[in-house]
């Protein structure tokens, strides 16, 4: 099963590049390193940079897209999980299980980092809204006027 994730990485990482929108640097930087792997069940392990904080990142901003696009491949629900380069393949299964707790951390900080940015923006927009509606009620007032 890994071998058809493989197979259909790069095509994969192109249809995200082109729904999202990503810029050819971003893409680059980002998605173009990442490398499957590993498939044990319906956990995929991506190759990925050492960096504790590019894995939040890319964990935060790509996992989701990842998981949905490799889910629809495989017909099964998928979850991602990054694994650092500087682990040996060797060591892959073994650091898997030890992992899993941080996966499923790391999961977690994703989703509650995303409510949080979702919460921020609620906020930010109720702040422009009123803004907006003041100025409009400004803008009337010195018509009447």
């Known amino acids: 099963m890994i071998d058809i994730i493989q197979d259909n990485w790069n095509q994969i990482l192109t249809d995200i590049k ?13 998605l173009e ?14 190759l990925a ?9 890319l964990m935060c901003k790509y996992g989701r897209l990842l998981e949905k696009k ?9 979850k991602i999980r990054f694994q650092p380069k500087k682990l040996s393949e060797n060591n892959m ?4 299980e ?8 790391d999961q977690k900080f994703a989703t509650e980092k995303l409510q ?15 803004e907006l509606y003041n100025l409009l009620v400004q803008l009337n007032k010195g018509k009447e006027e």
């Open 18 to 30: 082109e729904e999202c929108e990503i810029t050819d640097v971003s893409f680059k930087t980002w």
């Open 33 to 46: 390193p990442l490398k499957p792997i590993d498939l044990q069940g319906t956990k995929l392990t991506v």
């Open 49 to 57: 940079p050492d960096d504790e904080i590019q894995q939040n990142y």
């Open 70 to 78: 490799v889910s629809e491949l495989m017909g099964i629900e998928c």
């Open 93 to 96: 299964s073994d650091s898997m």
């Open 98 to 105: 030890e992992n899993e707790e941080e996966y499923l951390l």
């Open 116 to 130: 949080q940015d979702v919460q921020d923006l609620i906020i930010t927009i109720d702040k422009l809204s009123k």
